[in-house]
């Protein structure tokens, strides 16, 4: 029996054969299967969204199905059927050819930009964390109108902006178009005065605007541009891009402070803002009032690195729109300052959470002590005691290596989710910053290849997924946009 899911309406429905099945391989482009009276089949999705199930047999198959369907014979010992609650057309003929065309394609070109083509294990790899996101692509529906890659099938069914900005990065190398119509997916909800919410969902009202997420959208569309030279596609999102920045200085910043802030509106819905739930960095922190939110009594080294970097991606995009980059490089170099003269803690060797109240350090060494680093916003000394810091067995050299707190730290919980498990897209922004040799980069993709499922998180000390109060679910979208960042040139 074959269940299928409508993630829309989180109705299942089902499909079964009269004989039972025999043997069956999941291939990135098709399910095929065998069943007892050896009767073939084929599985795929057909564009639109409708499941296209091909069985080769003389006579017309024996089923039940439980959703609405059409059942065509192609010709002698070829039928199909289809699957779908929306409206079906007959899908061209040479419908598996296409799929694994384009399957070949999104594979090929990847491969061929990879760092080690000749490593299989890494081709393995890659192979799968291409495969999870696209097999967590979702089509358009009604509210939603742009395809887009959800974080996971098994507990995240809509888009959430921090993960879609990571997929979107990871796509433009590989399926640009895609990439394109992720950040879209995202920017379909932005409000007029910029913000994006946290999640876009299937029904808008469940979208939730009580916080946002830091922003990368710039950063990826700026590589899309790079990869393709789409200047209509900066025309069309680089206006969203700046909207969302602007939002973010007039929400997040308070007046006369260079430093950005996160905030909700409540404690929990600000943890949310930073990326980082259920972390110790965070807790015993104030809220202060501003405006309609409430604020941290925080400036974070993470958030404030990647508004760095969506600054520069924009004053590198401008004179595509006829836009001055000048005001971008100005306020980037503002907060590359504020960055160097305010978060470093010299006593821990690293850049640190500082309270706003006070401008002292909370001294947690964490995943985002590296982010300055990886935005170039640190000084010399900074980079070369930071590494440091980064690679020393005591703090972030773990057996899977960069877990986001280090077990130096009292509150570190190997099963922790943000309080000690590895999260890859932060271990990714590590690893662009050692040569290409070092034995801690070989670590990580060794514990990364031994797994049959990229998982959300996992443990330092065993690299098995966290498995704490909120275990790490599998076929995680971000992890595989990382593992793709970390892969290729």
């Not at 690679?391 to 707190?405: E, V, W």
């Amino acid at each position: 029996m074959l269940e299928i899911r409508d993630l829309r309406d989180g109705s299942v429905g089902f499909l079964n054969f009269e004989s039972g099945l025999s043997r069956s391989q999941s291939l990135p482009d098709l399910q095929s299967a065998t069943l007892n009276d050896e009767t073939e089949l084929r599985i795929c999705f057909a564009k639109g969204g409708a499941l296209v199930v091909e069985v080769r047999a003389q006579a017309s198959p024996n089923f039940e199905c439980t959703l609405p369907h059409q059942l065509h014979k192609l010709e002698s010992g070829i039928w199909w059927l289809l699957i779908s609650k929306d409206a079906m057309q007959l899908p061209p003929r040479n419908l598996f050819q296409q799929n694994r065309a384009r399957w070949n394609q999104y594979f090929k070109t990847a491969f061929a930009q990879m760092q080690q083509p000749d490593d299989q294990t890494q081709r393995i790899l890659l192979a799968r964390a291409i495969t999870t996101m696209l097999w967590n692509l979702r089509a358009p529906q009604k509210h939603m109108p742009h395809f887009g890659v959800i974080p996971s099938p098994f507990s995240y069914c809509g888009y959430w902006a921090w993960d879609s900005w990571k997929h979107a990065h990871a796509l433009a190398s590989f399926a640009p178009e895609l990439a394109a119509e992720q950040l879209r997916a995202q920017f379909c909800r932005q409000r007029d005065d910029g913000m994006v919410p946290d999640t876009v969902m299937p029904n808008p009202a469940d979208d939730n605007w009580q916080n946002t997420k830091p922003p990368l959208a710039a950063w990826a569309l700026h590589t899309i541009w790079q990869n393709t030279g789409d200047d209509d596609l900066v025309a069309e999102l680089y206006p969203k891009c700046a909207t969302q920045l602007q939002w973010w200085k007039n929400a997040r910043r308070v007046n006369g402070e260079i430093l950005y802030r996160a905030g909700g509106v409540d404690h929990e819905t600000a943890t949310w803002d930073t990326g980082w739930d259920l972390c110790a960095r965070f807790e015993n922190v104030p809220l202060q009032p501003f405006g309609d939110w409430k604020l941290f009594d925080l400036w974070q080294p993470d958030i404030n690195a990647y508004i760095l970097n969506e600054l520069r991606a924009m004053a590198a995009m401008a004179s595509t729109v006829g836009a001055d980059a000048n005001p971008w490089l100005q306020e980037a170099k503002q907060l590359t300052a504020a960055i160097q003269n305010t978060l470093w803690d010299d006593s821990k060797n690293c850049f640190c959470d500082v309270r706003a109240s006070s401008g002292e350090s909370v001294g947690i060494r964490s995943a985002a002590s590296w982010l300055p680093l990886w935005a170039d916003a640190a000084t010399a000394d900074q980079r070369q005691r930071g590494l440091q810091t980064m690679q020393s067995p005591i703090h972030f050299a773990t057996a899977m290596p960069f877990p986001t707190l280090p077990a130096s730290e009292p509150a570190f919980n190997p099963d922790g989710y943000w309080n000690g498990g590895v999260w890859i897209d932060h271990a990714a922004y590590a690893y662009t910053l050692l040569p290409a040799d070092h034995e801690l980069r070989e670590r990580l993709l060794t514990h990364l290849s031994a797994r049959n499922s990229l998982y959300e998180c996992y443990s330092p000390l065993t690299a098995a997924p966290a498995d704490g109060s909120r275990p790490a679910v599998a076929q995680f979208s971000w992890t595989a946009a990382a593992c793709i960042e970390i892969l290729l040139k």
